[in-house]
């Protein structure tokens, strides 16, 4: 019996001990500006080459493979190739949530001098927190927006976490957005709070939240800002938010 508990108890310390290898080996990836700076770009759930990532982050195309190697053979990107071109893209939507929340906990940067060269990275920086998309999702004053006008007509409930509501489900029947099927065998929640890094608030992720950003940008409510993951609504937007959701005043 001494024997058999003395096993499970070294058993539990190594898969411990394994654990926190893995936890520190992500933590080393994120922990280089430059890299995190790579997957902060990719959270626009687009797909990237090493040269864009390169010029984004200010480094050398050689710098920026070692980088992506490395974060490749973390599990934290996924790559795909076409011909001779190498694109990278986030491996999921939970890395991009693993990295919007660390983004939310990082100390807010001290305002930069208003100089001409720093103004348009204000009016970037304006846009990105108007509103955004958050890997496949929508972030930013809009996306919590949208949160809160689903909240307060009930299609989502935060009783005993977040939930979709019959009227929910309902609501988004009425504008054919698919729904996930229930006990699919996916790992992906319908509905889930992601911590908005700009608002310090919740705005709606999951298959839902993805699906909703979906529908908006193949409806025309959406386009996006210049080659940024900022986003901004169309009048098609204004009229079906308002209309859909009582939204009116928006960012």
């Known amino acids: 019996m001494m024997d058999g508990m003395e096993r499970n108890a070294r058993d539990d310390r190594a898969r411990r001990a ?3 290898q893995g936890l520190a080996a992500v933590a080393a990836l994120l922990a280089d500006r430059t890299r995190a700076s790579f997957c902060l770009a990719l ?10 990532l390169a010029r984004h982050a200010g480094v050398a195309r050689s710098t920026a493979t070692e980088h992506l190697n490395a ?18 893209r986030l491996a999921g939507p939970e890395v991009a949530e693993l990295v919007e929340r660390l983004a939310g906990l990082a100390a807010p940067s001290a305002p930069a001098a208003r100089t001409p060269a720093t103004l348009s990275a204000a009016g970037r920086e304006h846009a990105l927190a108007r509103a955004r998309t958050c890997y496949d999702h929508l972030a930013g004053a809009l996306g919590v927006a949208l949160t809160d006008a689903m909240t307060a007509r009930r299609l989502l409930d935060w009783t005993h976490g977040l939930e979709l509501t019959p009227a929910g489900r309902d609501w988004l029947a009425e504008l054919s957005i698919p729904l996930p099927a229930p006990g699919g065998g996916g790992r992906r929640p319908a509905v889930r709070p992601c911590l908005d890094w700009t608002e310090r608030r919740p705005h709606l992720a999951g298959a839902v939240g993805a699906a909703i950003c979906r529908h908006a940008f193949d409806a025309g409510w959406l386009t996006r800002v210049g080659t940024t993951r900022a986003v901004r609504l169309t009048e098609t937007g204004h009229t079906a938010l308002a209309h859909h959701l009582g939204l ?4």
């Open 18 to 20: 394994a654990d926190g």
């Open 43 to 52: 959270i626009d759930g687009r797909a990237w080459t090493a040269g864009e």
């Open 71 to 88: 974060l490749v053979g973390g599990g934290l990107l996924a790559e795909e190739r076409q011909g001779r071109h190498r694109y990278v």
């Open 248 to 251: 009116r005043a928006m960012p």
